[in-house]
């Protein structure tokens, strides 16, 4: 490895990587000593170094060893061979769209609080921890998860609308899921399936209950919180039989009750 | 509670026969060297917090998996950074959708973390660049203008010519120029 590069600017400076390698313990004893004596004499790089330094503590301060453990071997139990977010579909684009369709569902389920004007659709797929196996799961179903199980939400609708995606837990913790903060997203017309980016892994026991908000009007995160907090005082914490969520706005409502494994 | 936030607290299992407290102490050699420099890693390529952890987990579980070559690497480093780099920009090329580019902005927005000195601003430049070009280019200006490698080492990491490299590089300044001509 370079240690110490000029490709760029007319001083010479240690390479980041080379930097960085350093800092590993990576380099044998002549090289270290180079770059050594190049930061004694180099504030740029013995600038870079501190940042590198402050990167460490950012990094351990922010992601626990045992979280970092944690989802590490969790990675390792279930290897994804494509990125998360692609794990709903393993066929073409057309196929799998054809695929999907299938699996549509009304919009008079139970798990639909309806509103007036243009057709929405929900649904949830879930694909098993080695994503070997997917099923629908319409709105208003109790789906069971085993281990490892993800979820994955989508929309179709047929006028633009504000989404949000909330869920509740037995013991009254409500989780924002899309977005986690600030104003709900707007989303256009998609007549075919939209899926929402990143799936979702459910921790703990016990159920959870997750509703989608496709409103017209704009709403606040927080607002949605408030009405499915309130759902859960209304139905005494039994998730099995809450009241649908509602705010002014006009909005859809969907939702999907999971028992985690 | 969704598992996209909340961590679980499991010993790594390890090398097969590794006694647990050699696995977790391997793993914890493991987070300490490696661990801000592939979370930098994956950070600066999807801009987001959750996405970039889970990319860097699966990162090092690919180095558990292969840790017999993984330890007979010159430099564990440079072949961490070059698997995430990899596997990040494929997370990216998955994520072209519409849909995903709003969310993606958002995110952005709420996320994008600023590494505050002037000199890494060039990674920053390098990042917007990345989505005008192909894959291997972006492959090729991560590691020459962020990592800082030679053209050599470039070649030698992604298994390309030094002209190929070379190429590559000019085809991304062109972009650049375009961009700033604009």
């Known amino acids: 490895m370079t240690l110490i590069e000029n490709h760029e600017t007319p001083s010479s400076h240690v390479a980041e990587l080379a930097l960085r390698c350093y800092r590993a313990g990576e380099l044998a004893s002549e090289a270290c000593a180079e770059v050594e004596r190049h930061l004694a004499t180099c504030p740029a790089c013995r600038a870079k170094m501190r940042i590198l330094v402050e990167e460490q503590r950012t990094f351990e301060r922010e992601i626990s060893f045992e979280r970092f453990a944690g989802g590490v071997e969790r990675a390792q139990r279930v290897p994804r061979q494509r990125p998360r977010r692609a794990w709903v579909f393993g066929l073409s684009g057309v196929v799998a769209a054809a695929a999907v369709a299938l699996f549509l569902v009304r919009v008079s389920t139970p798990g639909h609080n309806r509103s007036k004007g243009g057709s929405v659709e929900a649904m949830a797929r879930i694909a098993s921890a080695s994503a070997s196996a997917q099923r629908s799961a319409p709105p208003g179903s109790q789906e069971v998860l085993e281990p490892g199980d993800r979820v994955r939400l989508g929309y179709k609708t047929a006028d633009p609308r504000y989404l949000a995606a909330i869920s509740v837990d037995d013991s009254g913790e409500v989780s924002p899921l899309y977005p986690e903060t600030g104003p709900a997203f707007a989303v256009s017309i998609a007549l075919d399936t939209v899926y929402l980016p990143d799936s979702l892994e459910f921790t703990g026991a016990g159920r959870e209950r997750v509703y989608l908000f496709l409103a017209r009007m704009p709403f606040d995160l927080e607002t949605a919180k408030q009405a499915v907090k309130s759902a859960y005082q209304a139905g005494k914490g039994d998730l099995s039989a809450l009241p649908n969520p509602a705010f002014a706005g006009g909005q859809d409502v969907f939702s999907w009750l999971f028992r985690k494994p | ?182």
């Open chain 2, 1 to 182: 509670m969704t598992g996209r936030q909340t961590p679980t607290f499991q010993v790594i299992p390890g090398e097969k026969g590794l006694a647990a407290g050699d696995a977790r102490a391997q793993l914890r050699e493991l987070y300490e060297k490696y661990g801000p420099s592939v979370f930098g890693r994956c950070s600066y390529i999807l801009k987001d917090r959750n996405q970039a952890e889970d990319a860097m987990q699966d990162v090092f579980a690919k180095a558990l998996t292969h840790l017999a070559s993984f330890r007979a690497e010159s430099s564990p480093l440079t072949w961490l950074i070059k698997i995430a780099t990899h596997h990040c920009l494929n997370i990216l090329r998955a994520d072209r959708a519409a849909w995903h580019a709003r969310f993606e902005r958002e995110t952005r927005a709420r996320n994008a973390s600023d590494p505050g000195p002037q000199v890494f601003e060039m990674r920053e430049l390098v990042a917007k660049m990345l989505s005008l070009v192909d894959h291997e280019t972006q492959a090729v200006a991560i590691h020459y203008h962020v990592d800082e490698m030679t053209l050599e080492e470039v070649a030698a990491l992604l298994g390309r010519s030094v002209p190929t490299v070379r190429k590559r590089l000019g085809e991304f300044a062109a972009v650049c120029g375009r961009e700033f001509s604009l």
